[in-house]
C-alpha cells in the first residue's frame, strides 16, 4: 500500500498537516532505525520541522528525511570525524593557495593566540567534531582586524548539522520564511543543532515541486541542489536534439566567475532557430534554472518537444546527475548518482520498518 502511494507523494510534498501532533510523533518514532538515541527528542524535532513548514508527516515523507539523516550522519548530531584537523590543514592550504597567499603566512597568523588560551592551530590540530572546527574559524574571523572580511569565506564547515544541511541554503531559506525556533547566534550556528539541521533539512528536501515520480531524484537533489535531476533531463534533452554532447550535471549556468556562456546555454543557443527565440530570451530563461518557473518558460517546453518527436516517446523529466563529489571530507571516488541510490536504500528499508 506503501510503495503504491510512492509516485503520487513524490511530486506533491506540500499539504496542509492532516496528521495529529501524537499520531506524527509515533509514527517518526516507527520510522527512526533501531539503536537511535533519545527517539522521543528527534521525533519531536522532525514532527516540529514538519509542522512549521506545513508539511504532512506521511511514512513516505518521514522515510524520506530519515533515509538522508541515516546517511548524511547516522542520527548523531555533531559526530566525531578522524583526522579532521589533518583534512581542515589541507583545505586551509588549498584556499592560501587559490587566494594567492603563501600558506607558511596563514600558518603563522593561526599561531596566534585564541580567545581560550591555545592558539588557533592548537585548536585545528585538536578538533573533533565540525562544531569543534567551525568555532575556531568563527573566533579566528570575528578577533582579528578586517577577519570578516578577508577570511569569512574560509571556514571549511559549509554543511553543518545531522542532515548536513549547506549553509548557504538556511540562510537563504531564513530570509523568506520565518525561522521557528529562537536563534541564540546566528542561522549558520542554528544548522549544527538537531532542531536547525531537520528544520532547513525537510526544506531542502521536500518543501518544493518538482516533476519526479521518484524520491530518488530528491535524494539526488538533495545531494546536488534543488532541480538539479530536472535540469540534467533537460540537458540530457538539449543534447539529444543539438547533437552536441553535454554533461548533464544540473548547472544550467556556469559559475558567475566563468565568461561568457557555458556550454549548455551556446546548445540551447544553437537551437534558437528552432526553438523560435533569441539569445536573450534563452538566457532569461536559463536564469530560472533553479526555480519551478523554469518548466514553464518556452525554452523548457520547446526544447522537450523537439526531444519528444525525435525520440518518438516522452524524453524523461527526470535523470540523475552526472557530477563526482568533492570537498575536504571526501577521500575516495564518489557521485551524486552513488549517493541517492544509497539513500534510496535506506528510504526502502524505513518503508519496510
Excluded at 268 to 279: C, F, I, N, S, T
Amino acid at each position: 500500500m506503501i510503495l503504491a502511494s510512492m509516485a503520487g507523494c513524490a511530486q506533491e510534498p506540500r499539504t496542509s498537516p492532516t496528521v495529529g501532533a501524537a499520531e506524527g510523533r509515533a509514527l517518526i518514532e516507527q520510522a527512526l532505525p533501531p539503536g537511535v538515541a533519545d527517539r522521543a527528542g528527534w521525533a519531536d524535532d522532525l514532527y516540529g520541522a514538519f509542522s512549521a513548514l506545513e508539511i504532512t508527516p506521511t511514512a513516505e515523507k518521514i522515510c524520506a528525511v530519515v533515509a538522508v539523516t541515516g546517511q548524511e550522519s547516522g542520527f548523531q548530531v555533531d559526530p566525531v570525524i578522524p583526522d579532521l584537523g589533518r583534512v581542515a590543514w589541507r583545505e586551509i592550504d588549498r584556499r592560501a593557495e587559490r587566494a594567492a597567499i603563501p600558506p607558511s603566512l596563514v600558518h603563522e597568523v593561526l599561531g596566534l593566540e585564541s580567545s581560550t588560551g591555545q592558539s588557533y592551530a592548537e585548536r585545528i590540530d585538536h578538533a573533533r567534531t565540525e562544531k569543534d572546527l567551525s568555532d575556531v574559524f568563527e573566533d579566528f574571523t570575528g578577533s582579528l582586524p578586517l577577519g570578516r572580511s578577508l577570511f569569512a569565506s574560509w571556514n571549511p564547515i559549509r554543511t553543518r548539522g545531522p542532515m548536513q544541511v549547506n549553509v548557504a541554503f538556511a540562510e537563504a531559506f531564513a530570509a523568506s520564511h520565518r525561522y521557528p525556533y529562537p536563534v541564540k547566534q546566528s542561522i549558520a550556528d542554528e544548522v549544527f543543532t538537531r532542531r536547525g539541521s531537520l528544520y532547513f533539512g525537510v526544506a531542502h528536501l521536500l518543501d518544493y515541486t518538482a516533476p519526479y515520480e521518484s524520491y530518488l531524484y530528491r535524494f539526488a537533489d538533495f545531494n546536488a541542489g534543488q532541480y538539479a535531476s530536472r535540469n540534467a533531463a533537460f540537458q540530457r534533452a538539449v543534447g539529444l536534439v543539438s547533437g552536441r554532447r553535454l554533461e548533464a550535471d544540473g548547472a544550467l549556468l556556469p559559475h558567475e566567475s566563468a565568461g561568457g556562456p557555458g556550454d549548455t546555454e551556446g546548445a540551447v543557443r544553437a537551437l534558437g532557430k528552432r526553438l523560435h527565440l533569441d539569445d536573450e530570451a534563452i538566457h532569461a530563461a536559463l536564469e530560472q534554472g533553479k526555480t519551478r518557473e523554469f518548466e514553464r518558460t518556452e525554452v523548457y517546453r520547446g526544447v522537450f518537444a523537439l526531444a519528444d518527436r525525435v525520440q518518438g516517446r516522452p524524453a524523461p523529466r527526470a535523470v540523475l546527475p552526472q557530477i563526482e563529489l568533492k570537498g575536504p571530507k571526501i577521500s575516495r571516488k564518489l557521485t551524486t548518482e552513488w549517493y541517492a541510490r544509497r539513500v534510496d536504500a535506506r528510504f526502502k528499508r524505513c518503508l519496510a520498518r
